[in-house]
Nanobody, 124 residues
Framework: QVQLVESGGGSVQAGGSLNLSCAAS????????MGWFRQAPGKEREFVAA????????YYADSVKGRFTISRDNAKNTAYLQMNSLKPEDTAVYSC?????????????????WGQGTQVTVSS
């Protein structure tokens, strides 16, 4: 079993920055790819970014490319999502997830363990 706990969410004005963290416990964190997803009110959960087990490979949704950066520190069992140049449309609950299978995943069903999420609100 794996436990994931997100933190770092909050309220910022457009153009601001936030750095989300995802702390993992219960399994060998460094073996698995990690992903970040978000869900805005009334919308489906959508893929944001993914990183492979070593951190050497990353992948981003077009909507966040160039503004968000995913990273990980396997020694701390923690993944991060640095979000810059935030826009009101980035407002959502952000959740991290672990993928036990190989490769990076962009679909929810490719991930096996999920955190509870952290709220990000961007005002104009």
């Amino acid at each position: 079993q794996v436990q994931l706990v997100e933190s770092g969410g909050g309220s910022v004005q457009a153009g601001g920055s936030l750095n989300l963290s995802c702390a993992a416990s219960g399994r060998t964190f460094s073996n698995y790819a990690m992903g970040w997803f978000r869900q805005a009110p009334g919308k489906e959960r959508e893929f944001v970014a993914a990183i492979n087990w070593s951190g050497a490979r990353t992948y981003y949704a077009d909507s966040v490319k160039g503004r968000f950066t995913i990273s990980r520190d396997n020694a701390k069992n923690t993944a991060y999502l640095q979000m810059n140049s935030l826009k009101p449309e980035d407002t959502a609950v952000y959740s991290c997830a672990i993928r036990v299978g190989s490769g990076l995943g962009v679909r929810q069903d490719e991930y096996d363990y999920w955190g509870q999420g952290t709220q990000v609100t961007v005002s104009s």
